[in-house]
């Protein structure tokens, strides 16, 4: 008996935002997170449960909400900084890239780190009742996947100029986190004011996570469908000149004819060829997110890989100085390059 009441603790602490966090992933229209990525996602939030508990943890006097001032004013500050540095090392290596990226990437963060904040507490509290753990199930858990989501979606909305404009001019802001951060703390800080009522900070919890975060998500795939069909028709433009012998009227077209007036044929035409493949890999990682978004995405895996194998050979040809200055004078953005990466991961998966 005593296994079964435990048991129903711990499913009731750990479960409910795990199945809010499969309900969103099987709600992107894109698929863009993949099992293995949601996994890790949630070992980096329990990593950062791990290390803010000797500082936070420790000081929060009473399950399921503390009722001091530590635990309602300071620790909010405290966790979300923790949950927020993964977010930001995400974006730091360019692994957010549309709003619904980061929306299923910081619920994952957030669930994660409130899963394995659970673990703790279960193990540290095992005589505490149902009523708690459903608090912390339904409430606390969810409120830490709810507040670094919208961290996410604020910044992701304030980095777009840079991550959509040419990489090789991207400076990455730290400002950029320190908007959706306030907010973050702002809504763990309000839930935390409830200590005597944890059942309506629970209540506001489960009602407002949803809401919110389906609003984004519907802002989210509009935005990103606007994006793929613009910058589709770009990169094909593009595409098309490069084949016919002419370089894109461009101030990136301009500036690699005008180096390339002081280069070998040979060099040259490698060159052509690679911003070619380029252009062409990106335009069809592109067209297959948004043959995903109607359902029906399809792919030539083949010529894809033929073609990332002809760019990764030309590559090593032209060499590494004559790589880099290409690289420095493509116009392709940060978020191309991550579409191109999601199209990697697809062919890799099969």
Not at 192 to 218: E, H, K, S, T, W
Not at 233 to 242: I, N, R, S, Y
Not at 244 to 263: E, F, H, M, V
């Amino acid at each position: 008996m005593q296994f079964l009441t435990e048991s129903a603790h711990w499913g009731l602490a750990l479960v409910p935002v795990l199945v809010l966090l499969a309900i969103f992933t099987w709600l992107d229209a894109f698929k863009l997170m993949s099992l293995k990525e949601i996994l890790l996602l949630l070992v980096l939030g329990g990593i950062a449960a791990v290390a803010v508990y000797p500082i936070s943890g420790r000081l929060i006097d009473t399950l399921p909400i503390g009722f001091s001032n530590y635990s309602r004013f300071v620790a909010p500050w405290i966790e979300e900084a923790f949950k927020a540095a993964v977010i930001i090392l995400l974006f730091g290596f360019n692994r957010i890239g549309y709003k619904l990226d980061a929306v299923i990437s910081g619920f994952a963060i957030g669930a994660g780190f409130s899963v394995v904040e659970n673990i703790i507490y279960l193990s540290i509290y095992p005589d505490y009742g149902a009523g708690t753990w459903l608090v912390r199930g339904l409430g606390t858990a969810v409120m830490h996947g709810t507040t670094l989501a919208i961290l996410a979606a604020i910044a992701h909305e304030l980095a777009e100029r840079e991550t959509r404009g040419a990489a090789a001019s991207f400076n990455f802001r730290p400002w950029w986190f320190v908007p959706g951060f306030l907010v973050a703390v702002a809504i763990h800080m309000l839930f935390n004011q409830f200590p005597d009522r944890p059942m309506l900070a629970m209540l506001g919890a489960i009602v407002f996570a949803p809401v919110a975060l389906m609003l984004i998500f519907g802002f989210g795939t509009s935005e990103a469908q606007s994006w793929l069909v613009a910058e589709r028709a770009e990169h094909k433009a593009q595409l098309d000149v490069l084949r016919s012998g002419a370089w894109p009227d461009s101030p990136s077209g301009t500036k690699i004819a005008a180096w390339s007036g002081r280069l070998d044929s040979e060099t040259v035409k490698r060159i052509r060829r690679y911003w070619e493949l380029q252009a062409f890999l990106i335009g069809e990682a592109e067209e297959t997110l948004l043959e995903e978004a109607n359902g029906d995405a399809e792919y030539d895996a083949a010529a894809l890989r033929s073609a990332l194998e002809e760019r990764e050979g030309l590559r090593r040809a032209l060499g590494p100085s004559i790589y880099a200055q290409l690289n420095q004078l493509l116009p392709f953005s940060r978020n191309d390059y991550w579409e191109l990466s999601e199209l990697k991961q697809r062919l890799d998966r099969g």
